[in-house]
């Protein structure tokens, strides 16, 4: 056991830490270095390829020596001991050749660590040379560049050429035989050659200004003699007033108006001309005017005053502002959004008139700092109408004019670049003034000339004429169409509140003689309540309700049914005709997803709606749409199987006369009118 003992003790190895033997050793140790030795030293020995090799090598001895041992032990035999226990010893003898391997590892990275920083602090001071000698050679550059950029005061001046000034200067100032081969005398003779031309210019100069002033004497007096004419031409025009309200000729009331307009902005003078221009040529109806403060327009364009002459005041008033409080920031930002949505102090106003006398008054304003044209809306009637509840928001200012054209809602800036402008100021959206501004609708724009194209925007758009002129006709026609068709609305909203259908003589044919089905409920909805109505899905889901649209609710009943109807009124009514969603609650209730028939007559008001147009400009639709829905009622539940279980009469006789009940698999019934016979039939 001592053998073993000692076989497995390991070798005593002092490690020197890459410090030299000499620094730590004595003198007198001389004698021991055959007991000590310095692994450092070896690792410069060693070659690194064979010690990896050794290290694979051993590696693999040792798999061998673990796998045998694990199959010694598996036999389980007494006798194979010693043998485990030789196999145990000669891997211990492995793991200390792989001890021995790490540490020389080490060794050698650390060795090529320190050779590494040492190249590296080399490297750094060569580096720092160079920083030094490249800043020496930078400031040796700018001292040369400034002694050859040094220019003289005489090189400002713009002297005559040579060819020039030999020619005519005299001789006593250019002397040839010195000046052409002395560069220095040549600029010296031309400097005095300069100074003589300028005393001879001052001369002139000075005889132009005595001239002057004999000129300006006889515009003095010319002036005030054409002064003198302006009271007798005043006289003259104020006595040809009654002459031009006799011929109708208003000379001086449009002489004024022009007057006005050279002061109006780029797209408002342009608005103005094309309005001016179409009225007199095509719309004898339609008058433009200007509003606002000409003296605000004015000083908008006079130049900022000089402020020397109040450097007294200021300094007076300095005091008062340094004990003032800041404004806060808030306060700042209420400021520059006030600037940003500055409106022009002038306006034009366009009063259209219709046949009835109701006027559509318009006016446009212009905001300077967006660049865009806005326009506020409003409406006189000729009589006084009657108030309809649901009538409100057809002549309200803020949807009057929505939608003129296809989706020109009015509540966006068409102008790219104001969007960059109000993140600026923190505005979030335009459509929060549109009360005090007014709508920027895209015609708006357009009738100013203003046209922002999205695909390549542009950094300034000028008020173009023609595109004003292109727009003028239509769009005028648009708004006068407009105002009749809600005139006519609302005249319609006030019999409909009342129960009462309008039907004109011209309609009557539409319709059958007899129609028991009467409307009981005319309102007006949001379009939040319309949304959750379970029988509406379909037209919201087909983007035929916005929430620009005017909503409202019908209830049409006969005896016990009751059949409720959701209208959506199109800004563009009635050339986009209404459309309606149908609930009957009778014995349940009965819609277009769980009843055919309910879905058929949806079909009959809008489908077939060009039959309900009536006569042009088809302003009763809505009307004639409504009268139809109580017409297919009554063939709804007249034509309705009695129940044989429920004793008595039938609840809805059959008054009108069919040709066939229903027809085809989904059993429809018969809701088309065939006039002048008076029979319903099948479509």
Same mark, same amino acid.
């Given at each position: 056991m001592s053998s *073993?003992?000692?076989k497995?003790?390991?070798?005593?190895?002092?490690?020197?830490?890459?410090?030299p033997?000499?620094?730590k050793r004595g003198k007198?140790?001389?004698?021991?270095?055959?007991?000590y030795?310095s692994?450092?030293?070896?690792?410069?020995?060693?070659d690194?390829?064979?010690?990896?090799?050794?290290?694979?090598?051993?590696? +693999?001895?040792l798999?061998r020596?673990?796998?045998?041992?694990?199959?010694?032990?598996?036999r389980?035999?007494?006798?194979?001991?010693?043998?485990?226990?030789?196999?145990?010893v000669q891997s211990?003898?492995h793991? =200390?050749t792989l $001890?021995k391997?790490?540490?020389?590892?080490?060794?050698?990275l650390?060795?090529g660590r320190d050779q590494?920083h040492?190249?590296k602090? !080399?490297?750094?001071?060569y580096?720092?040379q160079l920083?030094?000698?490249?800043?020496?050679v =930078?400031?040796?550059?700018?001292e040369i560049?400034?002694?050859?950029e040094?220019k003289s !005061?005489?090189?400002e001046i713009?002297l005559v &050429?040579?060819?020039?000034?030999? $020619?005519?200067a005299?001789?006593?100032?250019?002397?040839?035989?010195?000046t052409?081969?002395e560069p220095?005398? #040549?600029?010296?003779?031309?400097?005095?050659w300069?100074?003589?031309?300028?005393?001879?210019?001052a001369?002139?100069y000075?005889?132009?200004?005595t001239?002057?002033?004999k000129i300006?004497?006889?515009?003095?007096v010319? !002036?005030e003699?054409? &002064?003198?004419?302006?009271?007798r031409?005043?006289?003259?025009?104020?006595?040809?007033?009654p002459?031009q309200?006799?011929?109708f000729?208003?000379f001086d009331q449009?002489?004024k108006?022009?007057?006005t307009?050279?002061?109006?902005?780029?797209?408002? @003078?342009?608005?103005?001309v094309?309005?001016s221009?179409?009225?007199q040529?095509c719309?004898?109806?339609l008058?433009?005017?200007i509003?606002?403060?000409?003296e605000?327009?004015?000083?908008?364009?006079?130049?900022?005053?000089?402020?020397?002459?109040?450097?007294?005041d200021s300094d007076a008033e300095?005091?008062?502002t340094t004990?003032?409080r800041?404004p806060?920031?808030?306060?700042q930002?209420d400021?520059?959004?006030? *600037?940003?949505?500055?409106?022009?102090p002038?306006?034009v106003?366009?009063d259209l $008139?219709?046949k009835?006398?109701?006027?559509l008054?318009?006016?446009?304003?212009?905001l =300077?700092n967006l660049?865009?044209?806005?326009?506020?809306a409003?409406?006189?009637t000729a009589?006084?109408?009657?108030?309809a509840i649901s009538?409100?928001d057809?002549?309200?200012?803020?949807?009057?004019?929505?939608?003129?054209?296809?989706?020109?809602?009015?509540r966006?800036t068409p102008n790219p670049?104001n969007?960059?402008?109000?993140?600026?100021?923190?505005i979030?959206?335009?459509s929060d003034y549109?009360t005090?501004?007014g709508?920027?609708?895209?015609?708006? #724009?357009?009738?100013?000339?203003?046209?922002?194209?999205k695909? #390549?925007? +542009?950094?300034?758009?000028a008020?173009?004429?023609?595109?004003?002129a292109?727009?003028? *006709?239509?769009?005028v026609?648009?708004?006068?169409?407009?105002?009749?068709?809600?005139l006519?609305?609302?005249?319609?909203?006030?019999s409909l509140?009342?129960g009462?259908?309008p039907?004109?003589?011209?309609?009557?044919?539409?319709?059958?003689?007899?129609?028991? &089905?009467r409307?009981?409920?005319?309102?007006?909805?949001? @379009?939040e %309540? @319309?949304?959750?109505l379970?029988?509406?899905?379909?037209?919201?889901e087909?983007?035929?309700?916005?929430?620009?649209h005017?909503?409202?609710?019908?209830l049409?009943?006969?005896g016990?049914a009751?059949l409720q109807?959701?209208?959506?009124?199109n800004p563009?009514?009635s050339?986009?005709?209404?459309?309606?969603s149908?609930?009957?609650?009778?014995?349940g209730e009965?819609?277009?997803?769980? %009843?055919?028939?309910?879905?058929?007559?949806?079909?009959e008001?809008?489908?077939?709606?060009?039959e309900?147009?009536?006569?042009?400009?088809?302003?009763?639709?809505l009307?004639?749409?409504?009268?139809?829905l109580?017409m297919?009622? %009554?063939?709804?539940?007249?034509t309705?199987?009695?129940?044989p279980s429920?004793e008595?009469?039938?609840?809805f006789?059959?008054?009108?006369?069919?040709?066939?009940l229903?027809?085809?698999?989904?059993?429809?019934?018969?809701?088309?009118?065939? @006039?002048?016979?008076?029979?319903f039939s099948?479509?």
């Amino acid at each position: 056991m001592s053998s *073993e003992s000692s076989k497995k003790r390991k070798p005593k190895v002092i490690r020197t830490d890459g410090v030299p033997a000499e620094g730590k050793r004595g003198k007198g140790d001389t004698d021991q270095d055959a007991r000590y030795y310095s692994e450092e030293s070896e690792v410069d020995l060693r070659d690194p390829i064979k010690d990896y090799e050794l290290y694979r090598e051993t590696c +693999q001895e040792l798999q061998r020596l673990m796998a045998e041992i694990q199959e010694l032990k598996s036999r389980g035999i007494k006798e194979n001991a010693s043998e485990i226990d030789e196999r145990r010893v000669q891997s211990c003898v492995h793991f =200390m050749t792989l $001890k021995k391997l790490n540490r020389l590892a080490h060794i050698r990275l650390k060795k090529g660590r320190d050779q590494t920083h040492e190249a590296k602090q !080399k490297v750094d001071a060569y580096h720092l040379q160079l920083q030094n000698l490249l800043y020496e050679v =930078m400031h040796l550059q700018k001292e040369i560049t400034k002694c050859l950029e040094f220019k003289s !005061k005489h090189e400002e001046i713009e002297l005559v &050429s040579l060819e020039e000034f030999y $020619k005519e200067a005299p001789p006593e100032i250019s002397r040839p035989s010195i000046t052409l081969t002395e560069p220095h005398q #040549q600029t010296l003779a031309r400097l005095d050659w300069e100074l003589e031309q300028r005393k001879r210019l001052a001369e002139k100069y000075k005889e132009c200004l005595t001239s002057k002033e004999k000129i300006l004497k006889e515009i003095e007096v010319k !002036k005030e003699y054409l &002064s003198s004419l302006q009271p007798r031409l005043n006289s003259i025009m104020q006595a040809s007033l009654p002459v031009q309200e006799y011929l109708f000729m208003p000379f001086d009331q449009a002489h004024k108006q022009y007057e006005t307009a050279r002061h109006l902005p780029p797209p408002l @003078y342009v608005l103005f001309v094309q309005a001016s221009a179409y009225g007199q040529a095509c719309d004898k109806k339609l008058v433009v005017a200007i509003e606002g403060s000409v003296e605000e327009a004015k000083a908008l364009y006079k130049p900022p005053e000089d402020s020397q002459d109040d450097e007294s005041d200021s300094d007076a008033e300095e005091e008062q502002t340094t004990k003032r409080r800041r404004p806060t920031l808030g306060v700042q930002l209420d400021d520059k959004r006030k *600037e940003m949505l500055k409106r022009h102090p002038l306006s034009v106003t366009l009063d259209l $008139k219709c046949k009835d006398e109701n006027v559509l008054h318009l006016t446009f304003h212009y905001l =300077m700092n967006l660049n865009v044209m806005t326009v506020k809306a409003k409406v006189t009637t000729a009589m006084e109408m009657t108030t309809a509840i649901s009538a409100g928001d057809l002549l309200s200012p803020d949807s009057l004019l929505n939608c003129l054209y296809p989706g020109d809602h009015g509540r966006k800036t068409p102008n790219p670049a104001n969007q960059f402008q109000f993140d600026k100021v923190g505005i979030l959206t335009l459509s929060d003034y549109v009360t005090e501004l007014g709508h920027p609708y895209v015609w708006v #724009q357009k009738l100013g000339g203003l046209h922002f194209p999205k695909e #390549q925007p +542009q950094h300034t758009v000028a008020a173009d004429n023609s595109l004003s002129a292109s727009h003028m *006709e239509l769009t005028v026609k648009l708004l006068r169409s407009r105002l009749q068709s809600r005139l006519a609305l609302h005249k319609q909203f006030a019999s409909l509140e009342h129960g009462v259908v309008p039907v004109s003589s011209e309609c009557q044919q539409l319709f059958p003689t007899k129609i028991v &089905s009467r409307l009981v409920k005319w309102t007006a909805i949001p @379009y939040e %309540d @319309y949304a959750e109505l379970p029988y509406t899905k379909d037209v919201i889901e087909a983007g035929l309700a916005e929430d620009t649209h005017l909503y409202y609710m019908a209830l049409i009943e006969r005896g016990t049914a009751k059949l409720q109807a959701a209208v959506v009124l199109n800004p563009g009514y009635s050339t986009l005709p209404p459309v309606f969603s149908l609930c009957l609650n009778w014995k349940g209730e009965r819609n277009s997803s769980n %009843d055919d028939n309910i879905r058929a007559m949806e079909s009959e008001v809008n489908v077939y709606y060009k039959e309900l147009w009536g006569p042009k400009p088809g302003y009763q639709l809505l009307t004639n749409q409504l009268q139809r829905l109580c017409m297919v009622l %009554d063939v709804y539940l007249e034509t309705e199987p009695h129940d044989p279980s429920v004793e008595g009469p039938k609840e809805f006789p059959q008054e009108k006369m069919c040709l066939r009940l229903v027809r085809g698999p989904l059993r429809l019934k018969p809701f088309k009118f065939n @006039y002048p016979q008076g029979f319903f039939s099948h479509r």
